[in-house]
């Protein structure tokens, strides 16, 4: 006989209520895994992962609160019931604080564990459909690299890192603002055996031409006006480590040869000194510029690009990486909340599709703040379209709603929104109507809209009853009617 039930998993470190809870489980068709402890469980989810969890809370080693925040780590989708013998307030807060879906008390009754498991079933399949096959949470060890991207452009970004991070190999990455150049130039770092020795990062287009020798080599005391004291340059506090010099292509041409020269000859001179210094850096640059092309121009030295460019690591602009939307998504979601940020952990269907049309000059930063942005608006833990940023739901290309004429008579709510606006903002009008008419009127609300619509329609239409009728759905008498008694206030 096949079974097509979903798995439970019983932690309990008693025997016998173990084997009760399996007699009733089974009994309904349920497979059960059993766990002793919260340490064996782990040890299951790692090659397992069944879709409901009974947690006891009281246990020997580790306790049920503590499993199950290691539970939501190891295996977040999971729908965890807590067990608990001596129920407090405490406890059950800790357990939903910790993510746990529901939490019973023992002694309890079969039916009550079957209607819960049912529960935490059907908000799965509830989940499931929400998301139409959108999944809103990912393992978090899938982001420990803080690098997301499942297309084949960043696949192949996070293989080529893998190759050659160990090595002491120069690194030039390219993208458009916002494509994740210093996340890269970071992760390389972290992978490389000079993880322990610091990483350095310098923005080129940020510090003053007649500054940035100085910055990058250091100076001896009264080398120039103002050197009071000696300094350490950024290539010596690197010693050992990994230096990023971001914006590379905003570089001036005579810096660009002392640091041609600090590569080629692995030693530097500090402003005003007289000897070398010897240094031992691994570089790695990264542009938006052109830099093929500003050489051609002869903005920037040929011979240092082939010294930078040995690798390429090429970032891919996200409108042409779209299918990394979602992961980015709840990535960020997940972050956010970790940081406890915004409750907000996924997004309506809509929302998603409109961030899948919009275009992102900004690349993955501007998909990040405008998911802070709507997160932060959002009201419960999904982001709907109407939280997204304007400019995002503008360009969502969804139908338009023909403009609302200028009201001729005085307006009860002011401002109302006027002129072509996307559906949803549509809601939000009736929604700010409603609210608005249930703060300062006692009387029939409908009453005061409907002599509102009526008004306009008849304003329209200049005061044509059947063209008014036609326009509003009513009959031309009842519209006569209204619109006599409107006369007459
Ligand atoms: N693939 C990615 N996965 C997760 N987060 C990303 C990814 N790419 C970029 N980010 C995030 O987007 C933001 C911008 O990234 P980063 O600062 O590395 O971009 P940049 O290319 O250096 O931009 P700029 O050219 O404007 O300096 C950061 O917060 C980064 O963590
Ligand atoms: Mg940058």
Same mark, same amino acid.
């Given at each position: 006989?096949?079974? !097509?039930?979903?798995?439970?998993?019983?932690?309990?470190? %008693?025997?016998?209520? &173990?084997?009760?809870?399996?007699?009733? +489980?089974?009994?309904?068709?349920?497979?059960?895994?059993?766990?002793?402890?919260?340490?064996?469980?782990?040890?299951?989810? #790692?090659?397992?992962?069944?879709?409901?969890?009974?947690?006891?809370?009281?246990?020997?080693?580790?306790?049920?609160?503590?499993?199950?925040?290691?539970?939501?780590?190891?295996?977040?989708?999971?729908?965890?019931?807590?067990?608990?013998? @001596?129920?407090?307030?405490?406890?059950?807060?800790?357990?939903?604080?910790?993510?746990?879906?529901?939490?019973?008390?023992?002694?309890?009754?079969?039916?009550?564990?079957?209607?819960?498991?049912? =529960?935490?079933?059907?908000?799965?399949?509830?989940?499931?459909?929400?998301?139409?096959?959108?999944?809103?949470?990912? !393992?978090?060890?899938?982001?420990?690299? $803080?690098?997301?991207?499942?297309?084949?452009?960043?696949?192949?970004?996070?293989?080529?890192? $893998? &190759?050659?991070?160990?090595?002491?190999?120069?690194?030039?990455?390219?993208?458009?603002?916002?494509?994740?150049?210093?996340?890269?130039?970071?992760?390389?770092?972290?992978?490389?055996?000079?993880?322990?020795?610091?990483?350095?990062?310098?923005?080129?287009?940020?510090?003053?031409?007649?500054?940035?020798?100085?910055?990058?080599?250091?100076?001896?005391?009264?080398?120039?006006?103002?050197?009071?004291?000696? =300094?350490?340059?950024?290539?010596?506090?690197?010693?050992?480590?990994?230096?990023?010099?971001?914006?590379?292509?905003?570089?001036?041409?005579?810096?660009?040869? #002392?640091?041609?020269?600090?590569?080629?000859?692995?030693?530097?001179?500090?402003?005003?000194?007289?000897?070398?210094?010897?240094?031992?850096?691994?570089?790695?640059?990264?542009?938006?510029?052109?830099?093929?092309?500003?050489?051609?121009?002869?903005?920037?030295?040929?011979?240092?690009?082939?010294?930078?460019?040995?690798? &390429? +690591?090429?970032?891919?602009?996200?409108?042409?990486?779209?299918?990394?939307?979602?992961?980015?998504?709840?990535?960020? @979601?997940?972050?956010?909340?970790?940081?406890?940020?915004?409750?907000?952990?996924?997004?309506?269907?809509?929302?998603?599709?409109?961030?899948?049309?919009?275009?992102?000059?900004?690349?993955?930063?501007?998909?990040?703040?405008?998911?802070?942005?709507? $997160?932060?608006?959002?009201?419960?833990?999904?982001?709907?379209? =109407?939280?997204?940023?304007?400019?995002?739901?503008?360009?969502?290309? +969804?139908?338009?709603?023909?403009?609302?004429?200028?009201?001729?008579?005085?307006?009860?709510?002011?401002?109302?929104?006027?002129?072509?606006?996307?559906?949803?903002?549509?809601?939000?009008?009736? %929604?700010?109507?409603? #609210?608005?008419?249930?703060?300062?009127? %006692?009387?029939?609300?409908?009453?005061?809209?409907?002599?509102?619509?009526?008004?306009?329609?008849?304003?329209?239409?200049?005061?044509?009853?059947?063209?008014?009728? =036609?326009?509003?759905?009513?009959?031309?008498?009842?519209?006569? #009617?209204?619109?006599?008694?409107?006369?007459?206030?």
């Amino acid at each position: 006989m096949t079974n !097509n039930l979903p798995s439970i998993l019983v932690i309990d470190d %008693d025997r016998d209520l &173990r084997y009760s809870l399996r007699r009733v +489980l089974s009994a309904h068709g349920y497979p059960v895994i059993e766990a002793g402890s919260g340490e064996e469980a782990l040890e299951i989810v #790692k090659k397992q992962k069944p879709p409901v969890v009974l947690l006891d809370n009281r246990m020997e080693g580790m306790s049920g609160i503590e499993t199950l925040q290691h539970l939501r780590g190891a295996h977040p989708d999971g729908m965890i019931i807590l067990m608990t013998a @001596f129920g407090t307030t405490q406890t059950a807060i800790e357990a939903m604080k910790y993510g746990a879906f529901d939490y019973v008390m023992k002694p309890f009754d079969p039916p009550k564990i079957l209607s819960l498991v049912e =529960k935490a079933l059907q908000s799965i399949r509830d989940q499931d459909a929400a998301g139409r096959g959108y999944k809103p949470l990912l !393992n978090s060890a899938d982001y420990q690299e $803080g690098i997301v991207g499942n297309s084949e452009a960043m696949q192949t970004v996070i293989k080529t890192i $893998g &190759r050659v991070a160990a090595s002491d190999v120069t690194v030039l990455i390219t993208g458009e603002s916002g494509t994740g150049k210093e996340l890269v130039a970071r992760c390389l770092h972290q992978h490389s055996l000079r993880a322990k020795a610091p990483f350095v990062a310098v923005n080129c287009a940020a510090i003053p031409e007649n500054l940035i020798e100085s910055e990058l080599f250091g100076h001896e005391k009264g080398a120039f006006t103002g050197a009071n004291a000696q =300094k350490l340059g950024r290539f010596e506090l690197c010693d050992g480590g990994t230096i990023f010099l971001d914006e590379i292509g905003d570089m001036a041409l005579a810096t660009q040869t #002392k640091i041609l020269r600090a590569i080629q000859e692995g030693e530097i001179q500090r402003v005003g000194g007289t000897g070398t210094i010897k240094v031992n850096v691994r570089l790695v640059t990264a542009t938006n510029k052109n830099l093929e092309q500003m050489v051609a121009q002869k903005t920037f030295r040929e011979d240092l690009y082939y010294r930078l460019n040995v690798v &390429r +690591l090429r970032l891919p602009p996200l409108r042409e990486r779209k299918e990394d939307i979602p992961l980015l998504v709840d990535f960020m @979601f997940q972050r956010l909340g970790a940081r406890r940020k915004v409750k907000a952990n996924r997004l309506a269907p809509e929302a998603l599709e409109a961030l899948v049309r919009y275009d992102w000059p900004g690349n993955v930063r501007e998909l990040e703040n405008a998911i802070h942005r709507a $997160g932060v608006v959002a009201r419960g833990d999904t982001v709907l379209l =109407k939280d997204l940023p304007p400019e995002i739901t503008d360009s969502s290309g +969804l139908p338009v709603v023909p403009p609302v004429r200028p009201a001729a008579t005085p307006s009860l709510v002011s401002p109302l929104p006027t002129g072509g606006k996307v559906a949803t903002e549509q809601t939000d009008i009736f %929604d700010m109507l409603y #609210k608005q008419l249930r703060a300062t009127s %006692d009387e029939n609300i409908l009453a005061i809209v409907e002599e509102q619509i009526i008004r306009r329609a008849l304003a329209e239409t200049h005061h044509n009853h059947l063209k008014s009728s =036609k326009i509003l759905g009513m009959n031309r008498a009842t519209l006569k #009617k209204r619109a006599d008694s409107l006369d007459a206030r």
